[in-house]
């Protein structure tokens, strides 16, 4: 029980450092300085308004000086993220393998955020995050962890990720003369493909596009886009590689059940 309590206030400080990489991140600021501020007033935001999900309840998302409405998806995330770090623990305990997936969702969400906000994708997170699967990867081959891919099959797990958006997007971009796949994509695939090998980032890459078909379909039909107004790409690839980590028995027994039906 206490262990699960450190584990929820865990995953609620991580939530809030999310959001703080999410605000800087993008915008080229440093991670460490300066205190966050309020963004209207430039109030600098004391320990005790900076509590997660507590302070913004008790102050209703505003700032304490002006007033000013912040987003309440700040408090979710960080609500999110602290029911995630508490589900991990009770999952898999206080381990290597609960710590690197906490780690992992972490990422996703980030990237997720940012992307539909700013339809970029950081290199610290594509490529620090490829570092570190090719790397967890070789420690597995070298210590013969059984629950992780091996060395070669991250490595081409990352070419192949990486490789395969590449060419759809420049065989797109020759068709149609338009960008179709930003290279933030293609970095945050060959990352995917370094953590999850091969043959799971194909199925990524297979779930992320029909997601991303289906969703683009619906916005349209809704005039919520134009015919011409790009997608991001990165919370499909995301959502998938959350599928595939967690639920990729239960997602091959549906298609096994549907497939059928469709052909
Ligand atoms: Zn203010």
């Known amino acids: ?139 597995s081959s070298l210590f013969h962890f059984s629950w992780l891919v091996s060395f070669s099959e991250s490595l081409v797990g990352a070419i192949a990720g990486g490789g395969l958006l590449w060419f759809v997007g420049y065989a797109y971009e020759k068709f149609t003369g338009r960008e179709g796949m930003g290279l933030g994509d293609v970095k945050l695939l060959a990352m995917m493909g370094a953590h999850v090998g091969i043959e799971n980032v194909l199925i990524i890459v297979f779930i992320a596009s029909f997601l991303g078909s289906l969703i683009g379909v619906g916005l349209l039909l809704t005039h919520r886009i134009k015919s011409k107004s790009p997608i991001p790409f990165g919370p499909f690839l995301c959502f998938s590689f959350l599928i595939i980590l967690f639920g990729k028995e239960t997602f091959l027994k549906v298609c096994k059940v549907c497939i059928p039906f469709l052909l």
């Not at 206490?2 to 703080?20: E, R």
């Not at 600021?29 to 008790?58: E, H, K, T």
């Not at 409405?69 to 999110?80: A, D, M, Q």
């Not at 997720?112 to 490829?130: A, C, H, Q, Y």
């Open 1 to 139: 029980m206490f262990m699960g309590i450190i584990a929820f206030l865990f995953g609620l400080s991580i939530g809030s450092f999310i959001n703080m990489c999410a605000y800087r991140l993008p915008r080229n600021l440093s991670l460490a300085y300066p205190r966050s501020r309020c963004s209207r007033c430039g109030f600098v935001i004391p320990w005790y308004d900076n509590i997660p999900v507590l302070s913004c309840i008790i102050l209703l998302a505003k700032c304490r000086r002006c007033k000013a409405v912040f987003s309440w998806s700040h408090c979710v995330i960080e609500f999110l993220l602290g029911l995630v770090a508490l589900s991990m623990f009770y999952a898999e305990g206080l381990s290597f393998l609960s710590i690197y997936y906490f780690g992992l969702i972490s990422v996703m969400v980030l990237v997720t955020m940012i992307d539909l906000e700013f339809k970029i994708i950081p290199d610290e997170l594509s490529l620090g995050g490829l570092v570190i699967g090719l790397s967890v990867a070789g420690a």
